[in-house]
């Protein structure tokens, strides 16, 4: 029978494979992209990267409603409806025969896996408080940061000897077992008393709300860029790989060393952010990636970019990743207490949306070396750091 608090190891682990499904989606088909695109888009290659950038697409979209759903009909129902959503999309794209269809399916997958990505923070919401809740959430993350090192290489183990379909039974299976460990083992955690009816209103007044506050808006925006630069890069890094520098087969490996590498950014933000405090932090992070760029950029225009520097380039925009996009939520939040739950929903929607609109043009103009990805990397942080530097410094300590 479902228990509304299971014991510790067990809630953790369930949240984490319910992030985890996330970064699965994404990292572990990248070493089947090459694949995908001779079979279903031979004559414009780079369109196969949208298969990437159409699933975050489709969870940013979702993402706008997925908070107001889990207050209103509870965050169980939520969840279970969107892995439903996402078994669906992973179940279409396996029998796809064409780009478009593949695309439409995917973008369903997106939507689906917004429910978890929104309705297992509130849950862990509704049954820690404080540190505990911090504890929580400071180790499934720990689990989830796993994922993206590891992803590549079991998608590649699964595309080598299955084909590129597979790496999409895999994507339903995953969500299936964490869906039937959600049902039969997780009691809905949202009291009744807490249950907040749909209303269009409230949500259109809080959009309005946001719109008027100028470091929401900033905050977003920013973090829209950083979005952009980071989806650009997971989106054309194992092409990159495989026509620039003929290293494919090794991809997942070096993937797996630059997560690890990127993880580190994270702990390190934990550490500095009391200290220099949020704004200071993104804008020191910012101008960092802002200098790394240029170098990249004056490289890739007067000589070839060797191999090492283009690891370079991919580690620094990760590890911009995890100076920046915690703080920037954070920021964002920190004038919206009393509609948290909301803005933390619109604004992710909005900046997730945003950020793929943007990496649209970037990936569609890879030339099978880095120079689309070093360019639009330079214009999103450049144009960060201005919008953080017009933000200026917190009168007072920033907590």
Same mark, same amino acid.
């Given at each position: 029978?479902?228990?509304?608090?299971?014991?510790?190891?067990?809630?953790?682990?369930?949240?984490?494979?319910?992030?985890?499904?996330?970064?699965?989606?994404?990292?572990?088909?990248?070493?089947?992209? $090459?694949?995908?695109?001779?079979?279903?888009?031979?004559?414009? $290659?780079?369109?196969?990267?949208?298969?990437?950038?159409?699933?975050?697409?489709?969870?940013?979209?979702?993402?706008?409603?997925?908070?107001?759903?889990?207050?209103?009909?509870?965050?169980?129902?939520?969840?279970?409806?969107?892995?439903?959503?996402?078994?669906?999309?992973?179940?279409?794209?396996?029998?796809?025969?064409?780009?478009?269809?593949?695309?439409?399916?995917?973008?369903?997958?997106?939507?689906?896996?917004?429910?978890?990505?929104?309705?297992?923070?509130?849950?862990?919401?509704?049954?820690?408080?404080?540190?505990?809740?911090?504890?929580?959430?400071?180790?499934?993350?720990?689990?989830?940061?796993?994922?993206?090192?590891?992803? $590549?290489?079991?998608?590649?183990?699964?595309?080598?000897?299955?084909?590129?379909?597979?790496?999409?039974?895999?994507?339903?299976?995953?969500?299936?077992?964490?869906?039937?460990?959600?049902?039969?083992?997780?009691?809905?955690?949202?009291?009744?008393?807490?249950?907040?009816?749909?209303?269009?209103?409230?949500?259109?007044?809080?959009?309005?709300?946001? *719109?008027?506050?100028?470091?929401?808006?900033?905050?977003?925006?920013?973090?829209?860029?950083?979005?952009?630069?980071?989806?650009?890069?997971?989106?054309?890094?194992?092409?990159?790989?495989?026509?620039?520098?003929?290293?494919?087969?090794?991809?997942?490996?070096?993937?797996?060393?630059?997560?690890?590498?990127?993880?580190?950014?994270?702990?390190?933000?934990?550490?500095?952010?009391?200290?220099?405090?949020?704004?200071?932090?993104?804008?020191?992070?910012?101008? *960092?990636?802002?200098?790394?760029?240029?170098?990249?950029?004056?490289?890739?225009?007067?000589?070839?970019?060797?191999?090492?520097?283009?690891?370079?380039?991919?580690?620094?925009?990760?590890?911009?990743?995890?100076? *920046?996009?915690?703080?920037?939520?954070?920021?964002?939040?920190?004038?919206?207490?009393?509609?948290?739950?909301?803005?933390?929903?619109?604004?992710?929607?909005?900046?997730?949306?945003?950020?793929?609109?943007?990496?649209?043009?970037?990936?569609?103009?890879?030339?099978?070396?880095?120079?689309?990805?070093?360019?639009?990397?330079?214009? *999103?942080?450049?144009?960060?750091?201005?919008?953080?530097?017009?933000?200026?410094?917190?009168?007072?300590?920033?907590?």
């Amino acid at each position: 029978m479902a228990s509304k608090r299971l014991a510790l190891p067990e809630f953790v682990s369930l949240v984490a494979m319910l992030f985890a499904m996330i970064a699965f989606s994404i990292d572990a088909m990248l070493p089947g992209l $090459p694949m995908m695109g001779l079979e279903l888009t031979p004559d414009a $290659p780079n369109r196969i990267m949208l298969v990437v950038l159409v699933f975050v697409l489709g969870m940013g979209s979702g993402t706008f409603f997925a908070g107001a759903l889990s207050d209103a009909f509870g965050r169980k129902t939520v969840i279970l409806l969107g892995v439903g959503i996402y078994l669906l999309g992973a179940l279409i794209s396996y029998w796809s025969q064409s780009l478009e269809v593949l695309l439409a399916a995917r973008f369903l997958q997106g939507v689906g896996a917004s429910g978890p990505r929104i309705a297992a923070l509130a849950m862990v919401r509704d049954l820690y408080q404080g540190s505990m809740m911090a504890r929580v959430m400071s180790i499934a993350m720990t689990i989830f940061m796993i994922v993206p090192a590891i992803a $590549p290489m079991i998608g590649q183990a699964i595309i080598f000897t299955f084909g590129w379909r597979a790496v999409f039974a895999a994507f339903a299976l995953v969500s299936f077992v964490g869906g039937m460990w959600l049902l039969l083992r997780q009691a809905e955690t949202l009291a009744p008393e807490n249950i907040r009816p749909l209303s269009l209103k409230s949500y259109f007044s809080a959009v309005v709300e946001l *719109c008027k506050n100028r470091i929401v808006m900033i905050s977003m925006f920013v973090q829209t860029l950083v979005i952009t630069f980071l989806f650009s890069t997971i989106s054309s890094i194992q092409p990159t790989f495989e026509m620039a520098y003929s290293r494919g087969e090794s991809f997942p490996y070096y993937f797996a060393g630059i997560a690890v590498i990127a993880g580190i950014s994270n702990v390190v933000n934990a550490k500095l952010v009391v200290r220099l405090g949020m704004r200071k932090l993104i804008t020191s992070a910012l101008t *960092c990636h802002v200098i790394m760029m240029s170098i990249f950029l004056a490289m890739i225009v007067f000589f070839a970019m060797p191999f090492w520097m283009y690891l370079g380039l991919v580690t620094v925009n990760f590890l911009v990743l995890g100076f *920046c996009m915690g703080n920037l939520t954070a920021l964002a939040l920190e004038p919206m207490g009393h509609i948290a739950g909301m803005a933390s929903s619109i604004t992710a929607g909005i900046s997730t949306v945003l950020g793929v609109v943007l990496a649209i043009p970037i990936t569609q103009n890879f030339d099978g070396t880095a120079f689309a990805l070093t360019i639009g990397s330079f214009l *999103c942080g450049l144009a960060g750091l201005g919008l953080m530097i017009y933000l200026g410094p917190r009168p007072s300590v920033e907590a």
